[in-house]
């Protein structure tokens, strides 16, 4: 009889140790950056930027204008939608590139399009908010271009960070400018009613907006 509560206590300890294995931070929410969570037409103000969306626009195609030393026009399809995220970005003490951006979706996460072409060196022939170096006091209007598939739009939010280094000077992740930076979360407001929308009046030849 004894023997009782010890089993007892050992049960205990066994369901305690599987509830805090199933309860555990992930890595990459334990390590990964904070997010500041805003709403499209809003401010997000983070340490060194402020983001603030203001419209999301479809397209079937883009329109890249004639470029340099004779490049000629030239119209990009998409493999799903083009999604066009029209955004006032500030920087807020000093240069800063607003450069990692992704659409986060319920199917998972979608990066920038690289269909524009270009390189590190070149850039591409209509500059996204991605290659943009904004200074402070000197806020930028532009896009950020993603191509998905039409069903990830409702509900996709924009993950918009610098990932500056400079916040992550300690420890193990001291090289790592993605642990422990800051990332401005923003909810598009896409039902999907308001997705169907946009998929059915998606633009032919949309001519993507330069930063102004």
Same mark, same amino acid.
């Given at each position: ?13 066994? +369901?305690? $140790? ?6 555990? +931070? ?27 969306? #203001? ?12 470029? #340099? ?87 996709? +939010? ?24 800051? #990332? ?8 999907? $009613? ?19």
């Amino acid at each position: 009889m004894r023997r009782a509560p010890s089993i007892l206590v050992a049960v205990g300890l066994a +369901w305690a $140790a599987v509830a805090l294995q199933g309860a555990h +931070w992930s890595y990459d929410r334990a390590y990964g950056p904070i997010p500041v969570n805003g709403h499209i037409g809003r401010t997000v103000a983070e340490p060194h930027f402020t983001i603030r969306v #203001e419209q999301v626009q479809t397209a079937r195609t883009i329109r890249i204008p004639e470029g #340099e030393y004779g490049a000629k026009p030239q119209i990009i399809p998409a493999t799903g939608v083009f999604v066009v995220v029209i955004a006032t970005v500030a920087a807020r003490r000093s240069p800063v590139y607003v450069a990692s951006a992704r659409l986060h979706t319920r199917f998972g996460d979608y990066y920038p399009t690289d269909k524009l072409g270009g390189g590190l060196l070149s850039g591409p022939p209509v500059t996204p908010l991605s290659y943009v170096r904004f200074q402070p006091g000197m806020p930028r209007r532009g896009a950020y271009l993603f191509d998905v598939p039409a069903r990830a739009l409702a509900g996709a +939010w924009l993950y918009a960070s610098d990932r500056d280094i400079e916040d992550a000077q300690f420890g193990f992740y001291r090289n790592d400018p993605v642990r422990f930076s800051a #990332e401005a979360h923003v909810d598009l407001g896409i039902s999907p $009613a308001d997705a169907a929308l946009l998929n059915r009046t998606a633009a032919t030849g949309y001519g993507l907006p330069e930063p102004s």
